[in-house]
């Protein structure tokens, strides 16, 4: 296999070792006629004043339900909305982790988050992660990344340039808007929940020239000022529509909780959601909405300000635009306020890709795919192959309209903090979980280790996930054909060294398979 050189330039290796990697892999390329990273880069070096550019936007916690191009009625995002209309959007792509930081690393790097070897939280990306940084930034290309990425380490992980949370609380500290400025403090689990999911709609705390997301803008369209000549890579995460759903003082009342419809909640929902939600009442269910479709609004501005700038460098045509959310969120809906679950709200994304004069403007793609498919999709639209060891499958020639081209039979999700796992086809949903582990995020039900269980679910018939199929003899057969699926995408993907015990049954051996081991 490939020893890519971003590996080994972080790997403190003897010499006669790196010698014998580079004799062993130099000798198998020959074999397979491939060629190296850098034998790669040092081609693309001679071209890549042609780009062309990649920007891809991360909404975090954004949920594709709530995009007026998705058919959200309530007209929060106009820009984003805009830029679907100018490119390709993609109406059932999903995460491949109903969590942040796995999520984020596994589309990040095109693995899956058990292969990434990141599946919890606070789980660091390990040092030797090849990311889409590492292979553009091998060939030439400026690599940023400002704002959220959840690395959970000082590591850059291929990115030259990185700007994080930090750097921005010590310009606000050094550049108050206003003498007054203070930010209101986010404390999960230690606030009453409906402090910390915004119920009542307040602001952050600050002008929008003091926020977060406006210093993270500030810093890319400056970017683009500073480099017009050569092809860049740039990652840009946002926190918003994250709780506490932060918007700044300028944008009091945008959305009203009369706006919002509270959802039933029915006694088995009830009984299965976490704890933490009960006694949240309908009117604070609608005014979490508004905040969080505020929070959205605000986010929508600021990915405008970006195109904007984008569009006056003179760069837009030559750049590859994509928007996405890292996963999806529940606002009411089971009786939920978080993504930790795979009800659709928490694992479908919004993903659009804008490539002036190449993708089709206004193109909608019903296809399934997954983050893991992005990293490999933009290499292959900017002429590069995609690296032979990673799980995602290229969508470029489906983006490109080319004929014949369809997307993936199934998608997978998993959250190993709990122990499950998705895997769905274009109508049915099948969720196993090994039930014995007491999780440890602070979302625990009335019944934390409730023992082995399979959910299958037909999207077509039942899309609010109500009527749970998987003891129905009618659905034994889907059942059967999805589980399989499961275990051949969950043990087929595994790390050589990450192996179950080959005297298990085919569930026992999907649970071993969820137990994290970060």
């Known amino acids: 296999m490939r020893t890519p050189s971003c590996l080994i330039r972080r790997r403190a290796w003897p010499l006669t070792a790196i010698v014998v990697a580079i004799v062993m892999a130099a000798g198998l390329f020959a074999l397979r006629g491939g060629v190296s990273r850098r034998a790669d880069a040092a081609k693309l070096s001679k071209v890549k004043a042609k780009g062309p550019n990649i920007l891809i936007i991360l909404g975090d916690d954004h949920a594709a339900d709530t995009l007026g ?78 704002g959220k990425m959840h690395f959970n380490s000082q590591l850059k992980h291929g990115f030259k340039d990185r700007i994080d949370t930090s750097d921005w609380e010590t310009h606000r500290r050094a550049n108050p808007s206003r003498p007054k400025d203070h930010v209101v403090p986010w404390r999960p689990f230690k606030d009453p929940v409906t402090v910390w999911l915004n119920a009542d709609v307040n602001s952050y705390g600050l002008l929008d020239a003091s926020m977060e997301a406006t210093y993270f803008t500030k810093k890319a369209v400056e970017f683009f000022d500073q480099h017009r000549s050569d092809p860049f890579l740039m990652v840009l995460g946002y926190n918003e529509p994250h709780s506490p759903f932060k ?23 009830r009984r299965a959601m976490p704890k933490v939600f009960r006694g949240i009442t309908p009117e604070q269910t609608q005014g979490i909405e508004a905040a969080y479709y505020t929070s959205i609004s605000y986010l929508d501005s600021k990915v405008g300000q970006v195109l904007d700038a984008l569009d006056a460098s003179g760069m837009a045509e030559n750049t590859i635009v994509v928007y996405l959310g890292d996963n999806g969120y529940l606002r009411g809906h089971h009786g939920r306020f978080e993504k930790h679950c795979f009800y659709e709200q928490a694992v479908r994304v919004p993903l659009i890709i804008r490539w002036p004069k190449h993708l089709a403007a206004g193109t909608q793609i019903d296809e399934l795919i997954e983050h893991v498919d992005l990293l490999p999709s933009l290499l292959e639209l900017v002429g590069i192959s995609p690296p032979p060891d990673i799980q995602g499958h290229s969508f470029a020639a489906l983006a490109q309209g080319i004929p014949g081209e369809g997307g993936r039979r199934y998608v997978f999700s998993e959250y190993l903090e709990n122990e499950e796992a998705m895997l769905c086809d274009r109508r049915f949903k099948l969720i ?87």
């Open 247 to 269: 918007f700044p003082d300028d944008c009091l009342h945008r959305f009203k909780p009369e706006e919002f419809q509270a959802r039933p909640v029915s006694e088995a929902d």
């Open 432 to 518: 196993i979980g090994s039930g014995r582990r007491r999780r440890r995020e602070g979302f625990v039900t009335d019944d934390p280790t409730p023992g082995p269980y399979e959910h299958l679910y037909d999207r077509e018939t039942d899309p609010n996930e109500d009527a749970d199929l998987a003891e129905r003899p009618a659905f034994a057969e889907k059942k059967r054909e999805l589980t399989d699926a499961l275990f051949e995408r969950i043990t087929k993907t595994r790390n050589t060294n990450d192996q179950p015990p080959a005297d298990l049954d085919q569930l026992e051996t999907i649970r071993w398979c969820l137990v994290p081991k970060d």
């Open 69 to 146: 191009c998705y058919g959200d009625p309530h007209g929060a995002t106009p820009r984003i909305d805009g830029l679907a209309k100018q490119g390709v959007s993609f109406r059932r792509a999903y995460c491949n982790a109903p969590v942040c930081t796995a999520s984020r690393q596994s589309l990040i790097t095109g693995k899956l988050p058990h292969a990434v070897g990141v599946t919890r939280l606070q789980t660091p990306l390990p040092a030797t992660a090849v990311t889409l940084g590492d292979w553009l930034g091998d060939r030439g290309y400026l690599t940023a990344a400002y």
